[in-house]
């Protein structure tokens, strides 16, 4: 037995193992509406059967949007888009979640293809023209990017309903794991950090100030969303730049959460700058962020998801062994391989008859091992 592959239950939703496919942004919506695209996506991750899937940030509001090609929840016709994946995911024994969450300043840019920096003439050519964004301070995130309007305490109130709304959505459609998304510089994060909050009211200044729109937010989602149902954050454990949010800030922050009834704390870091979602000039090397779910998950007494170039099951296995995080949170692993889990499972001894993989695929697979040995055997 590997603890990877054990099950855990949170709340109550039972996991078949400990990988989660972390969000991923496809940047391939049109007006935020979840296309085939999607679909072909998940679907393929949900083949490889990890203990769940969550969905890539899909923005409360149509101007919380990263790019155009962001998805949204900020509609019913959004939510119902999504409804054909999520019976999908549950048909393969795997538990579907969705991330929302809202871009703030780093809104209205390039999708990463096209520069990933802010929109210009080529992007309006295309159709893709910028809008007007917002955020806790008028502090562009980077130089030539847009300046945002400073939120007052009425669109700071509008942003907290509108997650409150996108959650009930989620719940609707049958997601089983909501994630609210506080990191790489996103809305949330932007009111977190120093670096973009310069606020003089209760909303910034000190850091109990700069964490009350988080915790508003939390608080407001949690009463909605169901008490049977784990609700998660992801979160920068620090910023990654000098003068920025710390590790001890996110400790800090993790014991609210836990109060305000979140779940699990997934741990990423960096994002807080205009150079791509998770930039920061910290080590960035295999298990880079692990250190920061164990200091959490032993310093706030909360469940951890570590994320961040885990690159196999041994190294998955070791972190779950050595207390340092709940769950494993693979990304860029699972789209070069979508049955990372099974290839692992296989790898560690788990599954070695192909008995976890869905028939249609099991049966070809066992009959081709079979071969392979047989011929092996009369070579030799």
Known sequence: MTKLYSTI????????????????????????????????????????????????????????????GDLGIWSDAHADAMRGIVGFIKGQGVVPGIQIGHAGRKASIQRPWHGNGALNETDAARGEEPWQV????????????????????????KVTRDFVAAAKRADDIGMEILELHAAHGYLLQQFLSPLSNERTDEYGGSRDNRMRFVLEVTEAVRAVWPDTKPLFVRISAVDGFEGGWSIEDSVVLAKALKTTGVDVIDCSSGGNAAAGATASTGYRGPGFQVPYADKIRR??????????????????EAILQNGQADLIAIAREAIDDPFWPRHQAQAMGVDLDFAGWPEQYGWWLDRRARGLHQLAKSET
């Not at 695209?37 to 409360?60: C, D, M, Q, T």
């Not at 502090?139 to 939120?151: I, S, T």
């Not at 310093?299 to 170039?309: F, K, P, R, S, Y």
């Open 9 to 68: 239950t949170v709340k109550q939703v039972t996991l078949s193992n400990r990988v989660v496919i972390a969000p991923m942004c496809q940047y391939s919506a049109r007006d935020g509406i979840f296309a085939d695209w999607h679909f072909a996506n998940y679907s393929k991750y949900a083949l490889g059967r990890p203990g769940a899937i969550i969905l890539e940030a899909s923005a409360v509001q149509e101007i919380g949007r990263i790019t155009h």
């Open 134 to 157: 917002i955020g806790p301070s008028p502090l562009p995130a980077g130089k030539g990017w847009l300046v945002p309007k400073e939120m007052t305490l009425a669109d700071i109130s």
């Open 299 to 316: 310093e706030a007494d909360i469940a951890t998801m570590a994320v961040g170039l885990i690159l196999d099951g041994p190294q998955a």
